[in-house]
């Protein structure tokens, strides 16, 4: 399963839902990896304070993102992805079509 956190806008919480909803499938006994395709990287470095055993992916790069997806599905049955505040390529592309 991918839940990714998408906005055009910035500062709507997409990275902090991302944060919490990671640590919390983790804490539920959920195999559980995190994307963080944000520029500022925030997800990442939460979530190592927060859940420091969830597999963290930091990747802006579409075509590294997609071939990070599908690693990442063959350990964690839940990918959450931490999107860029802009409808980019990265956003739009890679994890909308996965919808």
């Keep these: ?4 956190f998408v906005n055009q806008k910035g500062g709507v919480g997409k990275t902090t839902l991302a944060v919490h909803l990671a640590a919390w499938l983790h804490d539920a006994g959920r195999r559980t990896a ?21 597999n963290i992916i930091v ?7 997609i071939e990070s997806v599908g690693r990442l599905a063959e350990t964690a049955e839940c990918i959450v992805a931490d999107g860029p505040a802009n409808l980019s390529e990265t956003s739009y592309d890679q994890f909308l079509w996965m919808t």
């Design 34 to 54: 995190l994307i963080d395709a944000d520029g500022q990287a925030s997800s990442s470095s939460w979530l190592r304070v927060a859940a420091p055993e969830v």
């Design 1 to 4: 399963m991918l839940i990714a």
């Design 59 to 65: 990747e802006q790069r579409a075509d590294e993102l």
